[in-house]
């Protein structure tokens, strides 16, 4: 995310762009990766993973929900515009929203304008830390509503007042390790080089790296000999459809565009202290 000090994604992107070399996979949440046309999603930006959290909450039968985000990160406040375009064309009412401060100790004035107008749900729009902060804030009031997350780690289920809550990623599910051959190769190269992350240190930019390397693998299959960035991105546009083993939604790019909004997320849960992908690996899409 980019802080009011500067973009240093959108920094980054343009140098590449300038060499002509490809950006593949990470966290797409800045618009940048739907405008530059040498940065290649695995998932949705941020119209795509805001449109993932508000279907999320219409599926659960939420129709009152309140927004909480941050003041720091400019990208925070362009995250709740999206949702709340999606949440009213979804039919949800949006009956509070509140800039909080990632350094704020505590939320309680927050949660209780976001109980008195009637929200079932927060969605939170910050890091994690703050995320736990206003659950706690919210349950010491005796205010439990659901909370409706776009990002997730294994730190999150350790937080009871977090139980329940639903989430909506744009790549698969961090914490599934086998089941298809795709999953199964995830789960051994953890285990083989980085054992510790299946100890419940894992968080969701865990599959958004993993599916970055699956794609820079596919399209580096035709590479010759004397691989040029060139050849890289001819093999970036040549998928269509592409879907890594099961791991994304279709991916296609079109040569010399930017990547297409990805509207396609995959659904979680946490339920008593454990994450569960309520479909697996197949994904929702609008």
């Avoid at 009213?88 to 009956?95: D, E, I, P, T």
């Avoid at 409706?148 to 289920?157: C, F, P, R, S």
């Avoid at 691989?227 to 592409?242: A, K, R, T, V």
Wanted: proline letters at 6%; glycine letters at 10%; aromatic letters at 10%.
């Amino acid at each position: 995310m980019a802080t009011k000090r500067g973009n240093p994604t959108a920094r980054v992107g343009n140098y590449a762009q300038s060499k002509n070399i490809p950006m593949i996979g990470g966290a797409s949440v800045e618009p940048i990766w739907q405008t530059n046309p040498v940065m290649f999603a695995t998932g949705g930006g941020p119209s795509g993973r805001y449109y993932g959290v508000a279907r999320r909450a219409k599926d659960a039968g939420i129709d009152k929900v309140a927004t909480m985000y941050c003041t720091e990160v400019a990208a925070c406040s362009d995250f709740n515009s999206k949702f709340v375009e999606h949440a009213h064309a979804l039919g949800l009412n949006v009956v509070y929203q509140a800039r909080v401060s990632l350094a704020q100790p505590d939320y309680t004035a927050e949660c209780l304008q976001a109980r008195n107008n009637g929200a079932q749900a927060i969605v939170p729009m910050a890091d994690t830390n703050t995320t736990n902060r206003i659950a706690q804030s919210c349950a010491r009031q005796d205010y439990h509503p659901k909370f409706v997350l776009a990002l997730a780690n294994d730190g999150l289920a350790k937080v009871p007042e977090l139980n329940g809550a639903l989430v909506s990623l744009t790549d698969f599910p961090w914490f599934l390790y086998s089941g298809t051959p795709a999953l199964d190769e995830y789960g051994t190269a953890l285990k083989t080089y980085a054992p510790h992350l299946l100890d419940g240190q894992n968080a969701d930019f865990g599959s958004m790296g993993w599916a970055a390397g699956k794609l820079f693998e596919a399209a580096a299959r035709n590479v010759s000999d004397n691989p040029s960035s060139q050849e890289i991105l001819d093999g970036l546009w040549s998928l269509n459809g592409e879907q890594l083993g099961g791991l994304t939604p279709p991916l296609a790019y079109v040569r010399d565009q930017p990547t297409p909004e990805i509207f396609c997320t995959f659904q979680v849960e946490l339920k008593d202290g454990q994450w569960v992908a309520n479909n697996g690996v197949n994904y929702v899409c609008r």
